[in-house]
């Protein structure tokens, strides 16, 4: 940034530039885009990956090996400390931790992991438990529900 850049007002917008708006204006004619060519058409862009016709790095590349990614198990986590929220007696699970805004969904499952502490009794339906949220939950007088 000069001196000169500096505005009164403190204006870090920039005008836009007007291309293809004739030759005096220093972007007329080709508007910057030059002479012919993919690049100077309208809706020049080519796929992700596109290399000009030339076998692409992913298409070049072995593969090999296994994959389960289309398989991976997806949970919805949350930790033991968050369910204070809760009310002594209440049963939580998924649902009622999404109503509350406890979590955000990532999976249709719920793991309850052990951080913080707890000191009301819940019954907690989820489909994994952490051995540290377990005992916690258990310590506290609560009752833990596996869902299969």
């Avoid at 499952?109 to 916690?136: N, P, R």
């Amino acid at each position: 940034m000069q001196i000169h850049d500096v505005t009164a007002r403190g204006n870090n917008h920039d005008k836009r530039k007007r291309v293809g708006r004739g030759v005096g204006s220093g972007k007329g004619k080709t508007a910057g885009k030059g002479h012919n060519g993919q690049r100077s058409r309208s809706g020049d862009l080519p796929r992700i990956g596109f290399e000009g016709g030339q076998m692409p790095l992913f298409r070049r590349m072995p593969k090999r090996g296994f994959t389960n990614a289309r398989f991976k198990k997806h949970y919805t986590l949350i930790n033991i400390e968050s369910l204070e929220a809760f009310d002594a007696g209440e049963v939580v699970d998924l649902t009622a931790v999404l109503e509350k805004g406890l979590a955000r969904k990532t999976g249709d499952m719920l793991k309850v992991l052990g951080q913080g502490d707890l000191s009301k009794e819940l019954t907690i339906k989820a489909h994994k438990f952490s051995k540290s949220a377990q005992s916690k939950i258990e310590s506290a007088g609560g009752t833990v529900e596996v869902i299969d």
